[in-house]
């Protein structure tokens, strides 16, 4: 029952029929708040006094008690101080939706967000604060005062609010189990203050990466050649390398200090390492926009000290600009000194006897020279022109039609790499001309082909090898001679020797004085050229490599003992004091005995024959690094420089003013016998001072009876 009609109240229902149906009317939250009134009321009997507020913003006072079993319900306008009340609590409600609002969004965050009263307590932490400092519920936070900052952290920000509203640092927070970098922020709130915590480990993860790879950028730009110096938007100097430094001489301290691009440029035209331009400001600006006008005469500068640098000008995505200087002086220098070199290759080529041509990967005639020409008889059009090798074969058949040679040639030419092999061989042409060709692959791909016209030296050859045949025929007859008429004196010069020493021992009966001395002047002379025909078969034997060693082992000692009773008698009819010398190591060395014996007694009679009466012959022999020397010195006239090259030559004999006359072949034969013994024999002397000879052995004798060691031992 409604006793009396309430009016000029906003959002209040007109017709009391509607009154009771409160969600219509009045604001959500206030039909609600009233409804569990009224069921307390009517349940409980619980009386309830309450400002409601309607839908359209007005407000109202609701008023419930019970009397005499019944609920009874008023409804008021507001008035007095009551109407203050309301406009507070509807203030207040507002500043509570705002702080849950504001609390939901905050809760919402990733972030650790946290207040704090005047006397640094926690009053409220967000749902990211408590999982960060591993607790259960903020309940638990402002009881246990749980902080996120660690002391010094929260001793670094109450210094700096003490001077500023607020604080911006980066530092490292644990949460969880991880330390990690937060950037943190503290706003200082009247008597309270506030705090986030951002975590941002991943970009200072980038950053450092950034870092790195721009550390590592700048260092590998440091290291190379090309000077290089990076301008930001506004003309600062933001990078430069260590080339940049050499190439202009500038002080790195100075370019460090961020200077405009215009700066530089002025500092080096007051320097004198810009090149001379007439309108400096214009060129200038040429040069700083030359990325937009693209005017590729400004980009190569000419320095006054002879240099020459190419700029290439890049504009940075960020709006800068990036120089680079490439140092072009020595290229140039080079290409200079490379095309002159082609020039000089090309003329070299131009003027050798030989036929060059170089036919590239299509088979196509890349360079010639006139000899190519000249030989195959090619007329220079078509060679300018650069035929293929198919033209030229055909072309050069007419003088050598051999198909199977040019088809060889053609494919060696033009194979793909993996089979191109070198070729060269011989063409005998119709015209009588022989020549040699030559085909090499080149590395690039190319084939280089020569020809080479050999028909004089063909003929050359042909006549050498008939002279040499003519010669060792000549040889071959001389030897056999030799052998023969050897043969032939042999055997009646030792029947002489034989019936003349008959005749001397009287034999056959007496005989007078002087016929006994002439038969042994006869007896002496059919010795010494029994010798003479001795020696000459030795040598050509030697020649014919028929005089086969007898090696055994053989007392240095007793060679020598046999061979000084052979030369003794005429020492002593020359006066000679024979004066010998052995070291006690001298022992035993393998050689033919009777080889050797020759050819100390040919040594000992040379030095008999050419010493002075009453002088001395020194035999001397040692070992020394497994080698025996036989060393024979005599004090007589010696021999002249320009005889010692010929005294082992055959038949060079010469008396130089002794007695002694031979026929020039015991030193001969006697180094032909040292080098078939693997030794070496040389001859040292001085006129009038006398002659030394040093035969060198080696101990295991003969090369061919020495034994390989083993690489074990």
Not at 160 to 183: D, F, T, Y
Not at 375 to 388: C, K, N, Q, T, Y
Not at 396 to 409: C, E, H, V
Request: net charge negative; charged share 25%.
């Amino acid at each position: 029952v409604v006793a009396h009609t309430l009016r000029g109240i906003r959002g209040l229902p007109h017709e009391n029929a509607h009154l009771l149906s409160f969600k219509g009317w009045l604001d959500p939250s206030a039909a609600d708040k009233l409804h569990q009134g009224l069921d307390q009321l009517l349940r409980l009997g619980r009386p309830f006094n309450m400002i409601l507020r309607t839908s359209a913003g007005g407000q109202i006072e609701a008023d419930g008690r019970a009397s005499s079993g019944r609920a009874v319900l008023r409804l008021r306008d507001i008035a007095g101080y009551k109407r203050e009340i309301s406009r507070i609590i509807d203030g207040h409600e507002a500043l509570a939706r705002d702080i849950n609002a504001s609390r939901a969004l905050l809760n919402a965050l990733p972030n650790p967000v946290w207040l704090k009263d005047r006397d640094g307590r926690l009053t409220w932490a967000n749902t990211a604060y408590i999982d960060a400092v591993e607790a259960t519920s903020l309940t638990e936070v402002t009881e246990r005062q749980l902080e996120l900052l660690e002391v010094r952290q929260r001793d670094s920000f109450n210094k700096a609010l003490a001077a500023a509203p607020s604080c911006r640092r980066r530092m490292k927070l644990i949460v969880g189990a991880e330390r990690r970098m937060h950037e943190i922020v503290v706003l200082k709130l009247a008597d309270a203050s506030a705090g986030v915590a951002t975590d941002v480990s991943a970009i200072e993860l980038a950053q450092g990466e950034l870092d790195r790879q721009t550390a590592a950028f700048d260092r590998t730009l440091d290291r190379v050649a090309t000077a290089i110096a990076i301008f930001d938007p506004m003309g600062t100097l933001v990078f430069f390398n260590d080339a940049y430094v050499r190439l202009w001489g500038l002080d790195a301290a100075w370019l460090k200090s961020r200077p405009k691009s215009t700066d530089v440029l002025d500092r080096l035209r007051a320097l004198g390492r810009l090149p001379e331009v007439v309108n400096y400001p214009e060129w200038r600006a040429k040069v700083l926009s030359t990325h937009e006008t693209g005017d590729e005469a400004d980009r190569w500068w000419h320095l006054p000290d002879g240099r020459i640098l190419h700029l290439i000008a890049e504009q940075r995505p960020d709006g800068g600009l990036t120089h680079l200087y490439v140092d072009e002086t020595e290229r140039l220098a080079l290409e200079s000194r490379f095309n002159a070199l082609i020039r000089v290759q090309s003329e070299t080529i131009d003027s050798l006897k030989e036929g060059v041509a170089v036919f590239a990967t299509d088979g196509r005639l890349k360079l010639s020279n006139s000899s190519f020409a000249a030989i195959w008889r090619l007329a220079p059009d078509m060679l300018a022109a650069g035929p293929h090798i198919d033209d030229m074969i055909a072309a050069a058949q007419p003088l050598y039609n051999d198909a199977a040679t040019w088809n060889g040639l053609k494919r060696a030419a033009t194979a793909i790499s993996n089979e191109r092999v070198p070729v060269e061989g011989r063409m005998s042409r119709i015209d009588g001309s022989v020549i040699d060709y030559a085909l090499m692959p080149l590395p690039d791909g190319a084939t280089l082909l020569t020809f080479a016209d050999v028909t004089d030296s063909k003929r050359y050859e042909r006549a050498l090898v008939e002279r040499n045949e003519a010669l060792i025929a000549a040889d071959n007859l001389k030897n056999r001679f030799i052998q023969r008429i050897s043969k032939e004196l042999r055997e009646p010069l030792t029947s002489i020797i034989g019936f003349t020493e008959m005749l001397v021992s009287g034999i056959v009966g007496p005989m007078p004085d002087k016929q006994r001395e002439y038969m042994v002047d006869i007896s002496t002379s059919s010795t010494t050229l029994l010798g003479i025909i001795d020696g000459i078969i030795d040598l050509a034997t030697i020649d014919a490599g028929a005089l086969v060693l007898d090696p055994e082992p053989v007392e240095v000692k007793a060679l020598i003992e046999d061979a000084l009773r052979q030369i003794h008698e005429r020492a002593d009819k020359a006066g000679l004091t024979l004066d010998v010398a052995l070291a006690d190591d001298v022992g035993a060395i393998t050689a033919d005995r009777t080889r050797m014996r020759q050819v100390l007694f040919n040594l000992l009679s040379n030095a008999v024959g050419f010493s002075s009466s009453g002088g001395t012959v020194y035999i001397t022999c040692w070992r020394d690094a497994g080698e025996v020397l036989l060393q024979i010195e005599d004090r007589g006239l010696g021999i002249p420089k320009e005889e010692q090259e010929r005294v082992f030559d055959r038949f060079e004999s010469s008396s130089r003013g002794s007695k002694h006359r031979g026929a020039g072949l015991g030193l001969a034969i006697s180094k032909s016998l040292v080098d078939l013994h693997g030794g070496s024999i040389v001859l040292e002397s001085e006129p009038g001072m006398g002659t030394r000879v040093t035969v060198r052995l080696p101990e295991a004798g003969p090369p061919a009876l020495q034994q390989p060691q083993d690489a074990s031992q």
